[in-house]
């Protein structure tokens, strides 16, 4: 089994900046990719940002220039540095792994969820 374990979520006020963490341990033989999605009530969830093994980056277009992710290999950890947060941020935000765990089996896992609030 993969667990994902997240911090950084809290409540902060419209232009200012927070960091997700997510770090990931377990069975663990080789990590696909890292990424970070959200979701807002009534709403689906929806993909902010992922990185993969090659350090390939992808963002959603509501994100990109404010949202930076970042990974340190060694660690199997990821990070997400949101600046510029706007209303529309407010999410709970879920950390996502894709991970092989042995040579021919590979899972999705998911964080329990880091609520994130901007507001005045």
């Known amino acids: 089994q993969v667990q994902l374990v997240e911090s950084g979520g809290g409540l902060v006020q419209p232009g200012e900046s927070l960091t997700l963490s997510c770090a990931a341990s377990?069975?663990?033989?080789?990590?696909?990719?890292m990424g970070w999605y959200r979701q807002s009530p009534g709403k689906e969830r929806e993909s902010v940002a992922s990185?993969?093994?090659?350090?390939?980056?992808d963002y959603a277009d509501s994100v990109k220039g404010r949202f930076t992710i970042s990974r340190v290999n060694a660690l199997n950890t990821v990070y997400l540095q949101m600046n510029s947060l706007k209303p529309d941020d407010t999410a709970v935000y879920y950390c996502?792994?894709?991970?092989?765990?042995?040579?021919?089996?590979?899972?999705?896992?998911w964080g329990q969820g880091t609520q994130v609030t901007v507001s005045s």
């Open positions: 990185i993969n093994a090659g350090g390939g980056l």
């Open positions: 377990g069975s663990i033989f080789r990590l696909v990719s």
């Open positions: 996502n792994a894709r991970v092989y765990t042995d040579f021919k089996s590979w899972g999705e896992y």
